[in-house]
């Protein structure tokens, strides 16, 4: 023990039991860890839910009017078209499609991809990530049916 008086012998009780405190403290760092990496990897799928809360909002603001409500292209709007809208449900014609090409005519309008003009850019309304989604959703149609 030792005698120097700025340094009670407690002091060397309390540096033997640091090492185990040491050790229990990187445990729980390492649980909390762990645990964050875990939480933050679902984050991304909480996010996809929302993007696609979002992307079927926007399919019912400004696509349901002619592409319809279950995208076969029969929306109110669609009587007064031609060519008719693309029916989003016809798994051939869809995957015939890239993902590249739905996403201009979305945010540039039908007429920049070789379709309908009367297909509107809606580059300037939504983001990129929006349109992204938006074409996921549209995607969706495919595989519901």
Do not use: W
């Amino acid at each position: 023990m030792s005698t120097d008086p700025e340094r009670p012998a407690v002091c060397r009780r309390y540096r033997r039991d640091e090492i185990p405190m040491r050790k229990l403290q990187l445990l729980v760092d390492v649980l909390v860890f762990v645990f964050l990496v875990a939480l933050g990897l679902r984050v991304p799928a909480a996010a996809d839910d929302g993007q696609m809360a979002k992307a079927r909002e926007n399919y019912q603001s400004n696509c349901v009017k002619c592409h319809g409500e279950g995208g076969k292209g029969d929306g109110p709007g669609a009587a007064m078209l031609n060519p008719k809208p693309r029916d989003y449900t016809d798994c051939k014609a869809m995957q015939a499609k890239k993902d590249e090409e739905l996403f201009k005519a979305i945010k540039d309008g039908g007429d920049s991809v070789g379709l309908s003009a009367d297909m509107q850019p809606f580059g300037g309304k939504l983001s990129d990530d929006e349109i992204h989604a938006l074409v996921t959703f549209i995607r969706g149609f495919c595989k519901q049916s």
